[in-house]
């Protein structure tokens, strides 16, 4: 599927406004994180949260195409890989 110029231009805007404030924010390791997870089919996603003055941050996302063995597993076993994931940074 080819992009026009017009939606790889905004299609790059969307990247760089997700990944910067206010939709990204940096982490305080003084406060409690939450990890989400989720798990459909092939695929895993997740972000990590941390809440600062009763609103949650988005602190950083993950997503991963399963291998063909953790295919096999049950969704709530798909989920289970979530603390597992590794963010780049020691968040736990």
């Given at each position: 599927m080819a992009l026009t110029t017009e939606a790889e231009r905004?299609?790059?805007?969307?990247?760089?406004?997700?990944?910067?404030?206010?939709?990204?924010?940096?982490?305080?390791?003084s406060k409690p994180f939450t990890l989400t997870v989720d798990a459909l089919g092939v695929a895993i996603g997740a972000v990590l949260l941390q809440e600062v003055d009763g609103i949650e941050h988005l602190i950083c996302y993950y997503s991963k195409k399963l291998d063909c063995h953790q295919n096999r597993y049950y969704a709530v076993e798909k989920e289970a890989l979530g603390p597992k994931i590794d963010f780049g940074r020691p968040y736990f």
């Open positions: 905004a299609l790059l805007d969307l990247k760089s406004r997700l990944a910067t404030q206010p939709i990204l924010r940096p982490s305080h390791f």
